[in-house]
């Protein structure tokens, strides 16, 4: 042990860092809904950015949540916060995304339920 801190733990921390950051490049593109339309995810100062690029207003920060989900603080603080969750395909890539009001007294009208993002066809 050196400083306080296991060999072992300093290279799981490594991995750990490592796999976040291959995590943000993967969730990072443009998403289409086919009610909405287009939702970009960016990766912005090391982190990822969620934008719905018909609402300019509904620009949000993603942070990690746990497992496949990340919490979207949206700047423009009268939007409720939302949970967003990947769901993966059979061969590792993002199928879809779903969303859901953080809080369960969110107004209805925040209808994040009914998205259904999936990634965009590459051209």
Same mark, same amino acid.
């Given at each position: 042990?050196?400083?306080? @801190?296991? !060999?072992?733990? /300093?290279? =799981? %921390?490594t $991995?750990?860092?490592?796999?976040?950051?291959?995590?943000?490049?993967?969730?990072a593109?443009?998403?289409?809904?086919?009610?909405?339309?287009?939702? @970009?995810? !960016?990766?912005? /100062?090391? =982190? %990822?950015? $969620?934008?719905?690029d018909?609402t300019?207003?509904?620009?949000?920060?993603l942070?990690h949540?746990?497992?496949?989900?990340?919490?979207?603080?949206?700047?423009? !603080?009268?939007?409720?916060?939302?949970f967003?969750?990947?769901?993966?395909?059979?061969?590792?890539?993002?199928?879809?995304?779903k969303?859901?009001?953080?809080?369960p007294?969110?107004?209805f009208?925040?209808?994040?339920?009914?998205?259904?993002p999936?990634?965009?066809?590459k051209?």
């Open positions: 042990m050196v400083g306080g @801190t296991s !060999r072992f733990h /300093s290279n =799981s %921390l $991995i750990a860092v490592l796999r976040w950051q291959d995590e943000i490049q993967f969730n593109g443009v998403y289409n809904d086919a009610w909405y339309g287009p939702i @970009t995810i !960016r990766v912005e /100062s090391g =982190s %990822l950015v $969620i934008s719905f018909h300019p207003s509904m620009t949000g920060d942070q949540w746990q497992y496949d989900t990340f919490k979207a603080h949206w700047r423009v !603080r009268t939007i409720e916060d939302a967003i969750t990947f769901s993966m395909n059979a061969d590792g890539s993002i199928g879809s995304a969303m859901a009001a953080v809080s007294l969110a107004d009208s925040f209808d994040y339920q009914d998205l259904l999936k990634p965009a066809q051209k």
